[in-house]
Nanobody, 122 residues
Framework: QVQLVESGGGLVQPGGSLRLSCVASGNIFSINSMGWYRQTPGKERELVATITRGGVTEYADSVKGRFTISRDNNKNGLYLQMNSLKPEDTDVYYC????????????????WGQGTQVTVSS
């Protein structure tokens, strides 16, 4: 009923930039918080950045000052601008959204995208 589709990953040199996008579609009544997470195989998924519907943001210490999260509520879109990328940013990045679906009222549930690979290497 709900689908999150990410795009924008790829291979980039250290110091380079990438912009990730995520679009939510389906039987959506409302989207509350949204966020980006990343995960290395064999390790726990970790928070990168989150943003509330009103635009309040939170970042992991490791990405502060380099990454910027944003969203477009009209398009159900979520974005992550990643600058000054480092090899340790290499990971699979996942989009997350807390969504209320029709029919309302309904509880909010977490939905995840399929992941997009980001590789930072020379």
């Amino acid at each position: 009923q709900v689908q999150l589709v990410e795009s924008g990953g790829g291979l980039v040199q250290p110091g380079g930039s990438l912009r990730l996008s995520c679009v939510a579609s389906g039987n959506i009544f409302s989207i509350n918080s949204m966020g980006w997470y990343r995960q290395t195989p064999g390790k726990e998924r970790e928070l990168v950045a989150t943003i509330t519907r009103g635009g309040v943001t939170e970042y992991a210490d490791s990405v502060k000052g380099r990454f910027t999260i944003s969203r477009d509520n009209n398009k159900n879109g979520l974005y992550l601008q990643m600058n000054s990328l480092k090899p340790e940013d290499t990971d699979v990045y996942y989009c997350n959204a807390r969504i209320i679906i029709y029919p309302f009222p309904a509880p909010a549930n977490d939905y995840w995208g399929q992941g997009t690979q980001v590789t930072v290497s020379s």
